[in-house]
C-alpha cells in the first residue's frame, strides 16, 4: 500500500496553501518514487491527528503530522524507493537543525502578519483560496479558524493594528453593548479618531504606517536566512521548509506585498533559491501524484465536519468541546499507533469525563437563567412626573394634580 500525504490544498501557483505542506509534498517528492504515496487535499478536520500535513503509513498503520516528524518517520521507515539525496557532514546536519528550528518558531509568525494578520491580504488573497479548496460549507468555519491560530502565533510581534477587522468587530460589539443597555450610543474614540485624520497621514494603510516596524520585523528573519551562502550544503528537510515558507512570503498576489517587496529588494538571493528551487522541484508540466479523498468528500461527512467546526465556535462550551474532541482523536491515534497504556486511557477517559460534567453544568446553569416562558425579560416604564423634588409646597401641588388625598 502506498504513503498518504493529506496537506492543504494548492494556491497562489503552488502545490498548497500551507508552509509546512508545501515543505512535506517538496520532500517527499524529491526522497520517494511517485509510485509510492498519494496526495490527499483535505483540511485538519478530516484527519485523526486534526493536524496538516499528515502523513498515513499503512505499513505501520500510524498517523505522523507536522513536517519534522514526517521526516523523522520517512527516514526511520523509509519506503522500498527512498532516498534523500542530501548528505550533509555532522556540522552542516547540525546546521541544517539549527536553522529549521528558526524558521518554525520565526518564519512562522511573519509569514503570518502577510497572509493572516492583515485583514486587506487575507480577505482579498488568503481567504479566497481557501474557499476555493473547500467544499462547501467548510470555508465558513475552516479558514476563520485558521486565521484565528495565525493570529495568535503572531500576536507577540505587536502589529495588531494591520487586523483591521479585529478592530472594526470589537467597535460594533461595544456599540451592540451600550444600546442593549439603554445608553445613548456616541462615535468611538476610534472612529473620531480616523474622521480628525486628514492629509497623506489618513490616507495611508496601517502596513504603510507601519512599514518601518514591519521592515525590522522582516530583517530579524531575512538577514539570518541570507547568511546561507551554498543551499545545497543543508539537508534536504531544510531546504525544503525554507522554500515552503519564502515562496509563500514572495509569490502570492496580495494588495498590501510588504514583505514580497521588502525580500526583491533587500534579498535578491533568497528570491533565486525560491525561483530555482521551484523551477527543480516543480516546474510547469510536472504532475503530482493527486488522489481523491471519496470518503472524507462525502456530504454527509463533510457536513459533519462543518457541525464540529460550528460548534467549536460557540462561546465557551466550545472550548471545551474542541479539547474533547482533540483528546478523542489523539487516544484513536495512539490506539492505531500500539501505544494505548493503562495510564494514558485512564487519563484520556478523566479528561473525558470531566469535560461532559462541566459541559453539563454549564447547560444546566445557562437554563436556570432562562426567564420563565412568556415572562418579559426587561420591563421599562416611564416614571410619573411630580413636583416632589420643590419641597412641601410641590408636595402639596402635586397631590392637587395627581388628585391624591
Known sequence: MVLQLHVWGPAFGLPSIDAECLAAIAYLHESTSPTEYQLIQTSPSAVPTQHLPALHDPSTSTWTSGFSRIATHLQTHPPPSFSDPSRPSPLEQADSTAYTAFLTQHAAPLLSLSLYVSSANYAAATRPAYSAILPFPLPWTEPPAVRAVMVRRAEHLGMSSLDTDARAEKEREAEERAAAEGWVTVPSALKLGRQKEKGVGGMLSPEQKARIRLEGLAADVLDVLGEVEDWSTLSLAARCLAFGYLALMMLPDVPRPWLR???????????????????????????????????????????????????????????????????????????????KNGSSSGMLLLLEAGLGMALVGAGAFFYRGLPPFGEAVQVWRRPLGTLSGLGAAGAIFSGALYGLD
Open 261 to 339: 517587496e521588502v525580500m526583491r529588494r533587500r534579498y535578491p538571493e533568497l528570491c533565486d533559491f525560491v525561483n530555482g528551487f521551484r523551477r527543480e522541484v516543480f516546474p510547469k508540466g510536472r504532475t503530482l501524484p493527486w488522489a481523491e479523498d471519496k470518503a472524507g468528500m462525502a456530504a454527509a461527512v463533510v457536513v459533519t465536519r462543518f457541525a464540529r467546526g460550528a460548534l467549536c465556535e460557540v462561546p465557551w462550551i466550545g472550548e471545551y468541546w474542541s479539547q474533547w474532541w482533540t483528546a478523542k482523536k489523539r487516544r484513536q491515534v495512539l490506539a492505531a499507533r500500539g501505544m
